[in-house]
C-alpha cells in the first residue's frame, strides 16, 4: 500500500542553518505529496503542496521538489530561524483527501 | 485561511465513561471531515471519513462501535469513543475539506483524550 517514510529527528540546527528533512514516498500512480507543519499546542497547518512531478512548492521561505525518478519530496529551507521549531510530517494524498502521513520529524532550532 | 475547532481541547474520564469530541468548521461547509488518531511520537492514523448525511467509512481495524462518528451538519462532526479505556488515550485530530474541493482540507488543534 501507500506509505511515506520520513528521516528520524530530532533535528537539531543553530538559527541561520540550511535545513533539510528528507521524505520518500510509494504509490501507485500520481500522488499529490503535502508537507504540514505542527508547532507547539497546534494543530497542523499545511506548509506546501506539489500534485505533478518536478512541481516547487514553496512557503515561508520552506521548499520541495516533487521528484518522480527518486519518489522524494525533501523539504528544504537555506536560513532557520527559531520559530520553526515544530514538528514537520510529509504527507500524500491520491486523488482524495486521504492523507497518508509520515511518521513527524522534530525540528529543533536554537539561537 | 479556513478554521476549524475542536471541542474539548483536553478531556480526562473514568475508564468505562464515553467522551464526546466535536469538530466544526467555522467559516466554510465541510462535505467530508476526517478522524485521525496520534500517538506520541508517531504518526496521524486516519481512523474513519465522514460525509455529511451519511454513514462514516472506517479504516481496517478501526471499531466502529467503539468509535463512533456523526456528521449531522455540513458545520459538525463528532466523535465518541464510547467505554473507554486507557489504551483509548491519545489525541485524536479532525481535518474537514471544504465542499469547494481543497487538497490535503484544514485540520483542528486536536483534543487529548486521558483515559484514567
Known amino acids: 500500500g501507500d506509505s511515506v517514510t520520513q528521516m528520524e529527528g530530532p533535528v537539531t540546527l543553530s538559527e541561520e542553518a540550511f535545513l533539510t528533512i528528507n521524505c520518500t514516498y510509494t504509490?501507485?500512480?500520481?500522488?499529490?505529496l503535502f508537507w504540514y507543519v505542527q508547532y507547539p499546542g497546534e494543530g497542523l497547518q499545511l506548509l506546501l503542496k506539489?500534485?505533478?512531478?518536478?512541481d516547487k512548492g514553496s512557503n515561508k521561505g520552506f521548499e520541495a521538489t516533487y521528484r518522480k525518478e527518486t519518489t522524494s519530496f525533501h523539504l528544504e529551507k537555506g536560513s532557520v530561524q527559531v520559530s520553526d521549531s515544530a514538528v514537520y510530517f510529509c504527507a500524500l494524498t491520491r486523488g482524495t483527501d486521504k492523507l497518508i502521513f509520515g511518521t513527524g520529524t522534530r525540528l529543533q532550532v536554537f539561537p | 485561511g479556513a478554521v476549524v475547532s475542536q471541542h474539548p481541547s483536553w478531556v480526562i474520564c473514568k475508564s468505562g465513561t464515553s467522551v464526546k469530541i466535536e469538530c466544526r468548521s467555522l467559516d466554510f461547509q465541510a462535505t467530508t471531515m476526517f478522524w485521525y488518531r496520534q500517538f506520541p511520537k508517531q504518526s496521524l492514523m486516519l481512523m474513519a471519513t465522514s460525509n455529511e448525511g451519511s454513514k462514516a467509512t472506517y479504516e481496517q481495524g478501526v471499531e466502529k462501535d467503539k468509535f463512533l462518528i456523526n456528521h449531522a451538519s455540513l458545520t459538525l462532526s463528532t466523535l465518541t469513543v464510547t467505554s473507554a479505556h486507557p489504551e483509548d488515550s491519545s489525541f485524536y485530530i479532525c481535518s474537514a475539506s471544504p465542499t469547494s474541493g481543497v487538497s490535503g482540507g484544514y485540520f483542528g488543534p486536536g483534543t487529548r483524550l486521558t483515559v484514567l
Open positions: 504509490a501507485t500512480g500520481y500522488p499529490s
Open positions: 506539489a500534485t505533478k512531478a518536478d
